[in-house]
């Protein structure tokens, strides 16, 4: 999944978490270190440049969900371990209450929050993810990964760019799309949008 950065300020509110891009970097660097691949290996295996992946594993650069996602997927680690970094266990119950979660930086354009750590029982990733209001948000190259994507808006409107096609999404819209078609979803106002986005790996093609 390729992106286009451009720098967003952003600001972290109380009971958010900045993003370590230091840390998932080191995580990523980890692993690929422990498969004894290449910076161009999983490059060319994740369909991004060399340069990119540098620039992740330096910290230099965020990426997002998918591109993480992909990236996990190569380097056979739960995509949960690289943004989290929680230790897995039999149940994950995560009230309200105490669920913290992610802050996107000046260059991701959304903030996200894990639900559940599950990669140990399944290859669902379920995750909220909070689009950055329209003023502020200028991504605009499409995303593409392996894995299918469930989407519910739970607040706001969205773009749905998919495959070619322009779908206006309101408040308890759903869609169910191939991720490995080109896709990408902004907001239509400054109110933002929070969608649930669930990540499924597809066994039969």
């Known amino acids: 999944m390729l992106f286009y950065y451009?720098?967003?300020?952003?600001?972290?509110?109380?009971?958010?978490?900045?993003?370590?891009?230091?840390?998932?970097?080191?995580?990523?660097?980890?692993?690929?270190?422990?498969?004894?691949?290449?910076?161009?290996q999983v490059a060319d295996e994740c369909g991004i440049s060399k340069s990119l992946l540098s620039k992740i594993e330096n910290g230099q650069t965020s990426s997002a969900v998918a591109t993480l996602s992909k990236i996990s997927e190569v380097l056979d680690v739960p995509l949960s371990w690289v943004l989290d970094g929680h230790p897995e266990t039999d149940i994950m119950v995560l009230p309200k209450t105490k669920r913290q979660f992610k802050v996107g930086d000046e260059n991701m354009g959304y903030s996200f929050e894990l639900l559940a750590n599950r990669s140990r029982?399944?290859?669902i990733e379920p995750t909220i993810v909070y689009v950055t209001p329209?003023?502020?948000?200028?991504?605009?190259?499409?995303?593409?990964?392996s894995q299918d994507e469930f989407i519910y808006i739970l607040e706001g409107s969205i773009l749905l760019y998919y495959d070619g096609e322009e779908h206006q999404m309101e408040k308890g819209d759903t869609a169910y799309?191939?991720?490995e078609n080109p896709h990408l979803f902004v907001p239509v106002d400054n109110e933002g949008a929070k969608v649930l986005t669930i990540f499924i790996e597809r066994y039969y093609r």
Request: charged residues 30%; aromatic residues 8%; proline residues 2%.
């Open 134 to 145: 329209k003023d502020a948000n200028y991504r605009v190259d499409a995303y593409t990964h």
């Open 121 to 123: 029982f399944s290859n």
């Open 177 to 179: 799309f191939k991720g």
């Open 6 to 40: 451009i720098t967003i300020h952003s600001t972290v509110k109380k009971g958010e978490i900045p993003i370590d891009i230091q840390h998932i970097g080191q995580k990523i660097k980890e692993a690929r270190m422990r498969h004894k691949k290449t910076q161009q």
